[in-house]
Every structure is written in structure tokens, then in C-alpha cells.
């Protein structure tokens, strides 16, 4: 079991950057493929991004394709979201999740991860 802590949220303006941190505790997180994963007020839970347990394979929602970037550090049980140029439709509470791997792309949908961080929020002004 793993748990995750979500970290690096804030207010931002469009066009900024911000870097969102997951770190892990428990057993086998380089064993375990990540993702991160947003939620709109009033909308359901959508995947952002993923990344297999060693990086070499990554999966991304077209809408933030060249402008997101995930990565791991397993020696720091930490994975990583990289947001840049950010838009104000961006505006929502991210969630990191840790799942099974799968060939040949980590998986999308919210079903196929098993641990949850408590989210962190992001806003983006215009």
C-alpha cells in the first residue's frame, strides 16, 4: 500500500507556470505507475497525465499535450507535474494516483489506480 501527499498548488496567472509535487510513502512506489488527474467544481474526474514506473512510457489528455510535463524520481518516491502556460480552464483541485502498469502506455481512466492523494488546488486568473 502506498499513500500520497499532493503539493505545489497555488494561485497563478494565465500564462504561468507552476510545478506540482506528489511524494509517496509505504511499499513499492517505483513498482507502481502514476498519474495525475483533475477535478473542475461541478464537473467529474479527469486524467491529466501518466507515467509508467520507470518514466520510459507516457500517456497525456490532448488539452495538455506541449504544455504539461510528468516525471518521476523514484530514489525521492516523488512524481512530478510540470505546468506550463497555464489557461484559466486549468483552474481545478489535482489529484495524483498511483496504479498498476500496463503496455504500451500507462492507463487513463480513474479505475485503474488504487491509491489517492487528498488534491491539491490550482487556480489560474485571466
Known amino acids: 500500500q502506498v499513500q500520497l501527499v499532493e503539493s505545489g498548488g497555488g494561485l497563478v496567472q494565465a500564462g504561468g507556470s507552476l510545478r506540482l509535487s506528489c511524494a509517496a510513502s509505504?511499499?513499492?512506489?517505483?513498482?507502481?505507475?502514476m498519474g495525475w488527474f483533475l477535478q473542475a467544481p461541478g464537473k467529474e474526474r479527469e486524467f491529466v497525465a501518466a507515467?509508467?514506473?520507470?518514466?520510459?512510457?507516457?500517456n497525456y489528455a490532448d488539452s495538455v499535450k506541449g504544455r504539461f510535463t510528468i516525471s518521476r524520481d523514484n530514489a525521492k518516491n516523488t512524481v512530478y507535474l510540470q505546468m506550463n502556460s497555464l489557461k484559466p480552464e486549468d483552474t481545478a483541485v489535482y489529484y495524483c494516483?498511483?496504479?498498476?502498469?500496463?503496455?504500451?502506455?500507462?492507463?487513463?481512466?480513474?479505475?485503474?489506480?488504487?491509491?489517492w492523494g487528498q488534491g491539491t488546488q490550482v487556480t489560474v486568473s485571466s
Open positions: 494516483a498511483a496504479g498498476r502498469n500496463s503496455l504500451p502506455r500507462p492507463r487513463t481512466r480513474i479505475t485503474n489506480y488504487d491509491y
Open positions: 509505504g511499499q513499492g512506489f517505483s513498482s507502481y505507475a
Open positions: 507515467l509508467n514506473w520507470n518514466g520510459a512510457s507516457t
